[in-house]
């Protein structure tokens, strides 16, 4: 059985820190629950004495989540510690989690206490910490930044005073991970309670991009608690991000010899959810969890990986909780990726005339970033002759508001004959396309639907884009106009065109001869 590590979240409160974080009491709540299905094991919630506000969010986290250990941030002052025991207290496992600056700098300017103070202050309150709470974690704020033998003598002073977790903070993300193998080797042998009597901890900040290094680098001097945040928020560059250690350390199990207790296939969930409710967006190339991290583009990159996912993937995209990864067409793409997503897209083209549509397709990637379905399947339609429009809208008119029924209005053209009708729905875009269904006699499953501004200000069109599923075949469709009820009708009629042209293909599609046995 490999070593556990214990996974310390802090997204709910150094995570919060990041400029524009800020949460609200539901928001916090919800991030908690979706930590606690994620398998976290120590929550740490925020930091009570900050604000009304937070201290209400704290308690509220540890009277809704219960699993998971609750933990609430203060600082070596009886007043943080009593509100951070009041916050956490409701919850099945609370923890009060004291920290206080141990190195030279922020001893002098920042507390402009002596060592000795400092050293009388720690094991003070901890003592005070403990006889609130069986559960008592002390951390050593810029503890990479102190002198060692300095250091030693905290540690050991708040053990035995009754911390059974201590922290060793990277605080501003100044250490290598070489020397913070290093200092937590030198500390250990120094203080022989830490790992028997303790746990041995690590908070490493992202100011020189080194925190998940290091991170890994303390779990190997072993170290079994990595406290870290969703996405890697937190102060200024950020913390470590949990879902880079995680994954670190489940592809690298051989190396590393421990495990976590952490639900790899809820990370995809709880970044999206985190992402949502900070307003932080998560940047494309971001390890792990970034729109990128399972997408290939390269041509050679994506031949290998149809052959074998593991000649460009170490990880499988379904471990995280995506469905699949992401072969994105562009100018880098080679002829095997195309040919297979033209297939999905139900066009079989043959090995002879694959060369002049990928000159094409080509041409197309020179002009645009990507080449998304719908420009594949116009491609394709050019090829044969561009097929006339089964359907088209002549008028749509929609009416909604508090109290009414929304109500939809809609003529369209069915094969050069106009026909009209009316309907409802839960909403007027609801209302339209359920018209559309009716009027044409189809009805698909609507599986995708985004809006967004083409441009800035008031008068800006709307582009809304829509996923069809019909037969088993998934179509998209593109509307744009400064209405946007409009710009849903014109993109759902779209992917009802393109899945009509498909319909028709596949008919006068010639019927390929059976192989007969030599």
């Known amino acids: 059985m490999p070593a556990m590590v214990k996974v310390f979240d802090t997204t709910l409160r150094d995570g919060e820190q990041s ?39 704290v308690q509220a986290v540890a009277k809704a989540v219960r699993r998971p250990v609750i933990a609430g941030l203060a600082r070596c002052s009886p007043a943080d510690i009593d509100a951070a025991w009041k916050a956490v207290k409701p919850a099945q496992f609370p923890r009060i989690h004291v920290f206080l600056s141990t190195s030279p700098l922020h001893m002098q300017y920042k507390l402009k206490k002596s060592p000795a103070e400092v050293l009388k202050i720690a094991a003070e309150m901890t003592k005070y910490a403990r006889s609130l709470c069986k559960d008592i974690e002390f951390s050593a704020e810029d503890a990479t930044r102190s002198d060692v033998n300095f250091l030693a003598k905290v540690v050991h002073a708040v053990i035995e005073s009754g911390a059974r977790t201590i922290n060793i903070a990277d605080t501003v993300g100044y250490i290598t991970p070489d020397e913070f193998e290093r200092l937590l080797k030198d500390l250990q042998a120094k203080v022989p309670a830490l790992g028997t009597k303790a746990v041995l901890s690590v908070h490493c900040h992202n100011d020189l991009g080194l925190a998940t290094a290091n991170s890994l680098a303390a779990i190997r001097a072993g170290a079994r608690q990595v406290e870290c945040t969703i996405n890697g928020l937190g102060e200024r560059a950020g913390n470590a991000a949990l879902e880079e250690v995680v994954m670190a350390l489940k592809t690298r199990r051989a190396y590393f010899g421990v495990a976590t207790n952490i639900q790899t296939r809820e990370l995809t969930r709880a970044s999206r959810l985190v992402a949502a409710a900070t307003g932080i967006a998560v940047q494309r190339n971001k390890a792990i969890v970034g729109a990128n991290a399972f997408a290939h583009e390269a041509g050679i990159h994506q031949d290998g990986i149809l052959k074998q996912r593991l000649t460009y993937e170490i990880m499988d995209a379904k471990d995280i909780g995506l469905q699949e990864n992401q072969l994105v067409l562009g100018k880098h793409s080679g002829r095997h990726a195309l040919k297979r997503r033209l297939h999905e897209l139900g066009y079989d083209v043959a090995d002879a005339d694959l060369p002049k549509v990928f000159e094409r397709f080509k041409d197309l990637a020179d002009k645009k970033k990507e080449v998304f379905d719908e420009d594949l399947q116009v491609l394709m339609e050019e090829r044969t002759g561009a097929p006339r429009e089964v359907y088209a809208l002549d008028h749509v008119q929609a009416t909604s508001g508090s109290g009414m029924v929304p109500t939809a209005a809609v003529r369209l053209s069915v094969d050069g004959k106009l026909v009209q009708g009316s309907g409802t729905g839960d909403g007027p875009v609801d209302a339209v396309y359920k018209t559309i269904d009716a009027l044409v006699g189809r009805q698909p499953k609507l599986t995708g639907y985004a809006s967004k501004a083409i441009t800035g200000g008031t008068d800006a069109q709307g582009e809304v884009t829509v996923q069809l599923v019909s037969g088993g075949r998934t179509l998209t469709g593109r509307g744009a106009h400064t209405d946007i009820v409009l710009a849903s009708a014109k993109a759902y009629v779209n992917a009802l065109n393109r899945l009509a042209a498909l319909e028709r293909q596949r008919r006068h599609k010639p019927a390929v001869p059976k192989k007969t046995k030599k």
């Open 19 to 57: 400029p524009g974080a800020s949460l609200d009491v539901k928001q916090k709540v919800e991030v908690a629950r979706a930590l606690q299905a994620l398998g976290v094991d120590i929550l740490e919630a925020g930091f009570p004495i900050s604000s009304p506000g937070d201290f209400e969010a």
